[in-house]
Each structure stands twice: as C-alpha cells, then as structure tokens.
C-alpha cells in the first residue's frame, strides 16, 4: 500500500461521497484513503473462478462467496475490498456503515506484484482483527501455486502451499474441498524453472 491519496485525513461519510463522485474504489484506514489498483485480465479471471468454484461447493451449505463489490469492515473505521469473501449466513455490519461485511469466514487475495507484499502482511493482519474470519487464500497468477493460512481450534494459524493443478484444496473452515484447476480455468502460465523459482 502506497501513500494516501489525500494529506486530510476523511470522515467515513466524506469516504464514502468521494467513491461515488469518483467511481473509484478506495482502502479507508483511520481516516486515510487508498486507492485501489487496477487488476489484470488474469488477476479478474482467477477471481471470478475462485468465487465461482467457492459457490460450486458451497449449495448445500448456507456460506456464500461475495466478488470484489462487497466491502468488508475489519474493524469499524478500516475498509477494504478483498478479490472474494465467504460469508456463512447473513451479511453482518457494523452501525456505522451497513454494506460493509464485518464477519467473512474466507477470503481470496488474488497476489500481483503491485499488491503481493502488502495481501501477504498489513492486510492480512487487518483481517485477523474480524472475528469471525479462519482462512485466507492467496493465488498467484503467474503459476499454479496457492497458499492457505488457516486459523485451527487453538487460534493458531497453519499453513499449507498447493501446487498441484490435479490436486484438491482443502478449505477447514467451509468444510469442502475445490479443485485447483477450477482456479485456473483459461490462464495460460508463462514459461517456469521450477530450480530457480522464476519466469523464463
């Protein structure tokens, strides 16, 4: 995450007049706002298939996968827009500001160079402050490879990395597992040496 997009730190109302004077979608911290990059035809494509393999899975569990659209409250004066949340029954806010989820079970971050370092530390630790939520799932978009961290009875936090493209991804906290070629629908990966763990 970068610099603020303004110097004067903004109230939660004049947050939200600037998103829709805008047309932009903005990070809101504290009173700090950050505007949201814009993703890859590929990073929009390994979205779409996540929250679609999530909602596959999840229709005879009352959990349902949300896109980028939904705000998500990590607390009550920080917002963000992760690529797909779970949410397990309804929607929960807080008082002030009604359509952004305070209670997501999963998220998905789809990982591009731009946000990779920040999906892995500051926001993943914004979403550990909601209590509600047990797992987080980064995708690359470059090559088949997915990491979960998920959140056990202890509150401890495992991790597991799949790579698999005929495996399954297991999902502890939804109680199903999705395909890891489900993920990948349509991306056509770069050339990769597995020794160098880099693009060719």
Not at 55 to 72: F, G
Not at 134 to 148: A, G
Not at 150 to 173: C, Q, V
Request: hydrophobic share 35%; charged share 25%; aromatic share 12%.
């Amino acid at each position: 995450m970068g610099q603020p997009e303004y110097q004067q730190r903004l109230s939660i109302e004049e947050y939200l007049a600037l998103e829709k004077e805008t047309d932009t979608k903005y990070e809101y911290h504290d009173g700090e706002v950050y505007a949201m990059a814009g993703g890859t035809p590929t990073h929009s494509l390994i979205a779409n298939n996540a929250g679609t393999a999530l909602n596959i899975n999840l229709r005879s569990k009352r959990c349902y996968a949300y896109n980028s659209d939904l705000r998500v409250a990590t607390s009550r004066n920080k917002y963000v827009y992760p690529d797909v949340s779970v949410v397990c029954g309804r929607v929960s806010f807080f008082e002030e500001l009604k359509n952004a989820a305070n209670n997501p079970v999963l998220i998905v971050e789809v990982l591009s160079e731009e946000t990779r370092a920040y999906d892995r530390a500051g926001k993943f630790m914004r979403y550990r402050m909601m209590e509600s939520f047990r797992e987080y799932v980064l995708i690359d978009q470059s090559l088949p490879f997915v990491e979960v961290f998920y959140k056990n009875e202890l509150s401890t936090w495992e991790y597991r990395a799949y790579t698999d493209l005929e495996g399954m991804i297991p999902l502890h906290s939804l109680d199903i597992e999705i395909p890891m070629a489900d993920i990948y629908i349509g991306v056509d990966f770069l050339p990769f040496d597995p020794e160098n763990l880099q693009l060719l």
